[in-house]
């Protein structure tokens, strides 16, 4: 990936007094930085109040550089979304991997296992928004409206693995609960904790990030589980 292009440092001038003075050159990023900087920029604008919609030319305003050096990096803005959903996805299933990870063997064995899995990925995602607000913005999908139609869509595969986790999560609970229907069961716990993270995320988006998702929730978890 090539830098962003610079200025070229001025020839040097020799003074009067014969002592070489040398302009200093301006700092090339090095390689890829400048494409995590043009994602952190990204990140930084949704977290404010009405940023739902970010051109390009504000984008290279902030950055102070050209609409065309922003595409030197990404070949569109639809690109530059799909780098947040990146970070989204490998930050948040990196964690859920740590999470079930953790309670593999007790899982298996006791009951309630299952739901403290769950919940601890419910709690997981609440904290992941509030560290990234602007994130939050993607994940449900406020940034996306006017975008390319397959962020949406990713998006929605993205809440698609978070379900299957908490099912996975709250199977063997059930089973060994004694449920007469545990797949049943299992299925609308996920799915009533999956409207629930959405919803609180969309509350901590649409709020301007005043409602945090972590409001109540424990007592909110200890009614859905």
Do not use: C, W
Not at 100 to 127: C, H, K
Request: hydrophobic share 40%; glycine share 4%; no cysteine.
């Amino acid at each position: 990936m090539s830098d962003a292009e610079t200025p070229s440092a001025p020839t040097p001038v020799q003074s009067s007094a014969s002592s070489e003075e040398t302009t200093p050159t301006r700092k090339r990023p090095k390689p890829g930085e400048r494409r995590v900087q043009i994602l952190q920029a990204l990140a930084a604008m949704l977290e404010q109040p009405g940023a739902d919609r970010i051109t390009t030319a504000a984008l290279a305003a902030r950055l102070e550089v050209s609409e065309a050096a922003l595409y030197r990096h990404f070949a569109s803005k639809a690109q530059m979304f799909e780098g947040l959903i990146e970070f989204i996805e490998q930050s948040v299933f990196s964690l859920v991997n740590q999470i079930t990870e953790q309670e593999r063997t007790s899982v298996t064995a006791d009951a309630a296992a299952g739901p403290r899995q769950a919940a601890q990925i419910v709690a997981m995602l609440m904290q992941f928004a509030e560290k990234n607000p602007g994130m939050t913005r993607v994940m449900v999908g406020d940034a996306l409206v006017f975008e390319n139609e397959r962020l949406q869509q990713r998006m929605n595969q993205f809440f698609d693995k978070i379900e299957s986790s908490l099912k996975q999560s709250l199977r063997v609970g059930a089973e060994l609960s004694g449920s007469a229907t545990p797949s049943v069961d299992t299925q609308v716990r996920a799915s009533v904790l999956s409207a629930f993270i959405v919803g609180r995320l969309q509350r901590f988006a649409r709020s301007n990030f005043k409602r945090l998702p972590s409001e109540h929730l424990q007592a909110s978890l200890s009614l859905l589980l």
